[in-house]
């Protein structure tokens, strides 16, 4: 207890806090990403309806408006798509779809990018070489490809798309790693490391990893709302999330086909959601970067 | 002295931080005359680069000069605004920075980054231009400048960039040269010859310059006055052989005698006990009084002020030691 | 048995860049060349116990560079290695694991000699675990915080991050690890060069306190002349990779003999304005280790040099008992 508090002293007392402060963008940034957090957290038990549930819904409440214009009903405050699904309850369990995509899709690329990073910086030589090449070749495959291909050889699926985005998300976290690792590398606490007596191995985890992780959370923050939109852009194509879990994506696809036809409310919202949450991720971001740039002290 | 070049009193620049007013400068007076060199001296937090910055106007918000005037030429600095600075700053007072691996920009030859203070200041033709550059170059012992002109900064050793980046501060004959650490980076063979070649230069040209370091030896082989600096305070200041040879501040003595001698045998070296304070929180009364084995509380109380103890030796200090 | 024998060591560093980069026009062909550094060329020295050996020089003269090699961050690409009569120059991480425990290694950075994410109790405690030099982590954690009071350091340190402290503390903690293993060599780079002029006296008496009290030796790497008198036994003089002068600190202050040792005497300020007493003055840059000069290392800067100076690299030559030069000036015969 005493430890956590003297964390968040120290947090508050620290230059980044002032700053984070004094920043609208980066306020709003992590205002935006709370009111996500809520959403996801609190949203199903918000919300009446459970929109993957057949027997809850009734077809003859498809394509209602939203509330607030007439024809709408109240209880479906963002109005309902073809099915007679609820709009908002929709969005609500596609962002954690969303959401959830672009966390374990960061989480892999991560894990397996800063592995890679580490060994190619360390090493160096041949492994390093053919790490890299193997990189710079991934990254001239986008990730539509690989998952188009995956989802043409097996069927849709979660886990297809985050193979497909580890695939190609891994690249940058090897490079920025294995660029860090090169520098501390060369850094005399490494060396005493190796006077110390300690084996490779150990040197790596503890020593070198711990130092090169910071820039990284700026790349891991940024690479999950690019994500969450990579992932919307394969499931408007219909190669990506399977039609039982829709993610805000898929959702802007099912209103796509009626979006001309006055229906707009089935596209624009989910749409609304996924560029505010993208937003927010973003600001936060950039704040990030700002504040944990040491050239920039 | 006559008139001297460069008067500067009262001086105060404070660094406006989140986290509380750093004091780098806080009230120093000191004065230069023509072809003179002044020996600023002073550990890590002393104030003496910010003095120097101070000088020539390069001090950035949060930072600002608080009070204090600067006289240079009969003119006030401190009051001018960017405009007019920019006018002296190249022309009439130039700086050279400690590193010369990144004070040179990696893109331009040396021609161009000579030629640059001319064209900014001066209406010279271009083979004027290029002739002054060549001269300049000869001056600072750079050899075959005809054929090094083009070359880039990286095509240029240490010493010789250093070299380069003096040509460059010398190239309007300024009145007033601050160089700040300007061997320090240096190895021993080469700062000797480029302290010996900025001895003749200031020799030559009257040129008035103001050498900022923390190594005593250099300072005592070139000032001819020497002013010492603690925590943004002047703590004594005078003649060279005065402060070398007959220094009263116990911060002064400590500093020279804790330097290893390259005569005689000493088992241990005198140090001067605890550490330099924060600057954000310096302690009342005297700065170095909390290390200071001659402190009593007159000293924790009141912060001493310069008085002189002898022609031209001035000392901050209530109880400043015997000679 | 000496405690530490080097003999011809070498060092060579392959900086090539890539194979494309590498291919160049010359003599009317298509080579791909290698750029090598030559850091540290064919050193020889011995140091014995309870000993302070100062190796001095400019930078690039591979001081440092031998420093590490000898305590095998790089492995020596020739020469050999000598603990106590073990030759450890191929000795693969096991091998090397007991030898951990007898040579140690201050650093010159105070600010990247330090895991910044790593407490100063683990910083110190760190060798002495895996080195296998105590028996339990509890005598592990004695240790440390004896030797954390020891260095000038309070137990309420212990749980800090070193950007907690200043440049001179750090260096404390620096050398309370070295010293963790209880060895019976510390080299020590540079270790006070990065420090304030006040702090550095006091780095420098408690390093000199702490060898009096637990009897180990020192190699003490130094730019600094002044420093390195104060310091040393015995002292080496290095230019270019090579060692080019040995001798004790009063044969190398008082009667240097290689140009290059009189040189850096003569052109080193002091504060009481004394001077050496042949004093020859350098012309001149540092050389590079990227091409070695023919003939003797130092020929194109040296204001004596002969005609057999471009020609071959002098042999070590002994003046006096202990003090011995490369330099032709010096051979019998030789004018």
Redo the contacts between chains.
């Keep these: 207890m005493q430890a956590i508090r003297s964390v968040i002293e120290n947090f508050r007392a620290s230059?980044m806090f002032?700053n984070y402060r004094r920043n609208a963008s980066a306020v709003a940034g992590s205002g935006i990403l709370a009111f996500f957090l809520f959403v996801v957290v609190f949203g199903p038990s918000l919300v009446a309806q459970n929109p993957y549930d057949i027997a809850s819904l009734d077809l003859l409440d498809s394509y209602k408006p939203p509330a607030w214009m007439a024809g709408g009903d109240p209880r479906y405050l963002l109005g309902t798509d073809g099915q007679g699904r609820d709009i908002l309850a929709g969005i609500i369990y596609g962002c954690r779809i969303s959401l959830f995509i672009g966390l374990s899709g960061m989480f892999c690329s991560s894990v397996l990018g800063t592995l890679l990073g580490l060994l190619a910086g360390y090493y160096g030589g041949r492994l390093d070489s053919i790490i890299m090449r193997i990189a710079d070749i991934q990254l001239s495959f986008p990730s539509m490809l690989i998952a188009l291909f995956l989802m043409s050889a097996f069927k849709t699926g979660i886990d297809k798309i985050l193979i497909a985005l580890t695939a190609v998300g891994w690249v940058i976290y090897a490079r920025t790693v294995r660029g860090s690792t090169l520098s501390e590398k060369q850094?005399?606490?490494v060396?005493?490391?190796?006077?110390?007596?300690?084996?490779n191995r150990?040197i790596i985890l503890?020593?070198v990893l711990?130092?090169v992780l910071t820039p990284l959370i700026v790349v891991a923050t940024i690479q999950v709302g690019s994500f969450i939109l990579i992932e919307a852009s394969l499931s408007f194509l219909g190669v990506g999330v399977p039609v039982t879990k829709p993610s805000l994506g898929l959702l802007i696809k099912n209103g796509f086909d009626v979006l001309f036809s006055g229906l707009w409310w089935t596209s624009v919202f989910p749409g609304a959601f996924i560029m505010l949450l993208v937003f927010g991720i973003n600001l936060f971001g950039d704040f990030l970067r700002d504040e944990l740039n040491p050239r920039l002290k | 002295m006559a008139r001297p070049l460069l008067a500067v009193q009262g001086l105060k620049t404070h660094f406006h931080t989140f986290a509380g007013v750093i004091k780098a400068v806080d009230g120093v007076d000191f004065a230069l005359g023509q072809g003179e060199i002044i020996g600023v001296v002073g550990e890590s937090g002393g104030g003496k680069s910010v003095l120097g910055f101070s000088i020539i106007g390069l001090i950035d918000p949060p930072g600002r000069l608080e009070a204090g005037e600067i006289w240079f030429d009969g003119r006030r600095l401190d009051n001018l605004g960017e405009e007019q600075l920019r006018k002296i700053r190249g022309k009439d007072i130039t700086m050279i920075f400690q590193d010369p691996m990144t004070s040179l920009n990696p893109l331009y030859t040396i021609q161009d980054q000579m030629e640059e203070v001319m064209k900014l200041h001066d209406n010279l033709n271009a083979s004027q231009r290029r002739q002054r550059c060549i001269q300049l170059l000869k001056e600072v012992g750079i050899p075959e400048p005809e054929s090094r002109l083009k070359n880039y900064p990286h095509q240029f050793s240490g010493g010789m960039r250093q070299r380069v980046i003096i040509a460059i501060a010398l190239t309007l004959h300024p009145k007033l040269v601050i160089a700040d650490e300007p061997t320090t980076a240096l190895d021993v063979t080469i700062q000797a010859q480029i302290l010996k070649m900025m001895r003749g230069l200031v020799k030559d040209h009257q040129t008035s310059l103001m050498l900022i370091t923390h190594d005593l030896a250099v300072v005592a082989e070139m000032a001819d006055t020497i002013i010492v600096m603690y925590c943004g305070r002047i703590v004594e200041r005078g003649r060279n052989s005065d402060i070398i040879r007959g220094s009263r501040h116990p911060y002064t003595r400590g500093l020279l005698a804790s330097i290893p001698k390259m005569t005689g045998h000493q088992r241990r070296l005198q140090q001067i006990p605890g550490m330099v304070p924060d600057v954000r929180s310096l302690p009342p009364g005297c700065s170095f009084a909390p290390r200071c084995e001659f402190s009593q509380d007159r000293c924790r109380a009141e912060a001493p002020r310069l008085i002189g103890v002898d022609a031209e030796h001035d000392v901050a200090c209530h109880f400043p030691r015997e000679r | 048995m000496r405690l530490l024998e080097v003999k011809n060591l070498e060092q060579r560093f392959d900086v090539s860049p890539g194979f494309l980069e590498r291919l160049k026009f010359k003599d009317g062909r298509v080579r791909a060349e290698r750029t090598i550094v030559h850091a540290v060329n064919g050193v020889s020295f011995h140091i014995d116990r309870g000993e302070v050996f100062g190796l001095v020089g400019e930078s690039g003269c591979g001081k440092s560079t031998t420093a590490k090699t000898v305590v095998k961050i790089h492995p020596p690409t020739g020469g050999q290695i000598l603990v106590k009569g073990e030759d450890i120059t191929h000795h693969d991480y096991r091998r090397m694991l007991p030898i951990r425990k007898k040579i140690q290694m201050i650093f010159q950075d105070p600010f990247a000699s330090l895991n910044p994410r790593q407490r100063v109790r683990d910083i110190i405690m760190e060798p002495m675990i895996f080195s296998r030099a105590v028996g339990t982590k509890g005598e592990a954690q004695d240790r440390a915080m004896d030797l954390l009071r020891r260095v000038g350091l309070g137990p309420e340190h212990a749980d800090r991050y070193p950007h907690q402290f200043s440049g001179g503390q750090r260096q404390r903690i620096g050398i309370a690890r070295a010293l963790s293993v209880d060895p019976e060599l510390v080299i020590a780079d540079e270790p006070i060069s990065a420090l304030d002029v006040s702090i550095q006296a006091q780095i420098l008496n408690l390093m000199v306190d702490l060898k009096d009290e637990f009897g180990f030796s020192y190699l003490f790497i130094t730019h600094n002349l002044s420093v390195v008198r104060h310091i040393s036994d015995r002292i080496g003089v290095m230019y270019l990779g090579f060692l080019i002068e040995v001798g004790t600190s009063q044969d190398i202050f008082q009667a240097p003999k290689h140009p290059y040792t009189r040189a850096l005497l003569a052109a080193a300020p002091t504060i009481d304005g004394s001077r050496p007493i042949d004093p020859v003055e350098i012309r001149g840059e540092v050389g590079s280790t990227l091409s070695l000069p023919v003939g003797c290392c130092f020929q194109p800067r040296c204001p004596l040099a002969f005609g057999r100076c471009t020609e071959e690299h002098p042999e070590w030559v002994a003046v006096h008992p202990g003090h011995q030069v490369a330099c032709h000036l010096f051979e019998p015969g030789s004018h």
């Design positions: 230059e002032h850094k005399e606490y060396q005493a490391a190796v006077v110390a007596g300690l084996p150990k503890r020593h711990p130092n």
